[in-house]
């Protein structure tokens, strides 16, 4: 059964604590990506990666941290230092990285992050 | 910024009507996706349409694309109850120089309820 995972789907936190967000995907694809998304808004990319053991800051990266050791795995830490980190967190990946043309992005089931 | 801009932000229908969503984006595009969020869930991809087409079909939706205006819109034709969900366009964002950072930005949605 082919697809992203993300864990886990709710999630709370204090203030000052790190927190990992977990996605996984067996579909062997190449890239993959962070979203925040905010109540009635659309989505912000907050780091993205092309391949293994490269990735690249998005848009609103401030506070937020990656690691791409493995093809099938991209977590994503909020840090301490994300000043307003209570949102719904979306993980997405596409086959390949091309330059100039992007491809259909498969997306996980979400995480909803709340600090307290 | 938002690359694109949807409208209208919210539409109410009755099942059996046809559903119009409106997007708008202000840089030259490669390509244009549009995506479906069920409420509190992942994004699922609808259609992907390229700078060099017009119109594309699958299945009850029908999207077009307007270079030189910088719009497309999204048709869902014999609207369900099931048609029921917030509709994003995403598109690939292009510096002035026509660089492409092969990135797709979101825009806010439009949220569609198909009462039965």
């Known amino acids: 059964d082919g697809g992203i995972t993300q864990s886990p789907k709710y999630l709370f936190r204090k203030e000052g604590q790190n927190v990992t967000l977990s996605c996984e995907q067996n579909l062997n694809h190449d890239a993959m990506y962070w979203y925040r998304q905010d109540p009635g808004q659309g989505l912000r990319l907050i780091y993205y990666?092309?391949?293994?053991?490269?990735?690249q800051k998005g848009d609103i990266a401030e506070g937020y941290s990656v690691s791409r050791e493995k093809k099938e795995s991209f977590p994503l830490t909020v840090t301490s230092a994300q000043k307003n980190p209570t949102a719904f967190y979306l993980c997405?990946?596409?086959?390949?990285?091309?330059?100039?043309?992007?491809?259909?992005?498969?997306f996980g089931p979400g995480t909803r992050l709340t600090v307290l | 910024s938002q690359q694109g801009e949807e409208d209208p932000q919210a539409l109410s229908i009755q099942e059996g009507e046809n559903a119009t969503m409106n997007c708008s984006y202000k840089t030259s595009i490669n390509n244009l996706q549009w995506y479906r969020q069920n409420s509190g869930r992942g994004l699922v991809h609808l259609i992907l349409i390229r700078s060099n087409e017009r119109e594309k079909h699958s299945g009850r939706l029908r999207v077009t694309l307007d270079t030189s205006k910088k719009s497309s819109s999204l048709l869902i034709t014999a609207s369900r109850a099931a048609d029921t969900a917030s509709y994003f366009c995403?598109?690939?964002?292009?510096?002035?120089?026509?660089?492409?950072?092969?990135?797709?930005?979101f825009g806010q949605g439009t949220i569609l309820t198909v009462h039965p």
């Open positions: 990666s092309q391949i293994v053991n490269d990735f």
């Open positions: 995403a598109g690939t964002t292009r510096d002035a120089g026509g660089t492409s950072y092969g990135k797709l930005t």
């Open positions: 997405a990946s596409s086959i390949a990285w091309r330059e100039g043309l992007m491809d259909e992005q498969f």
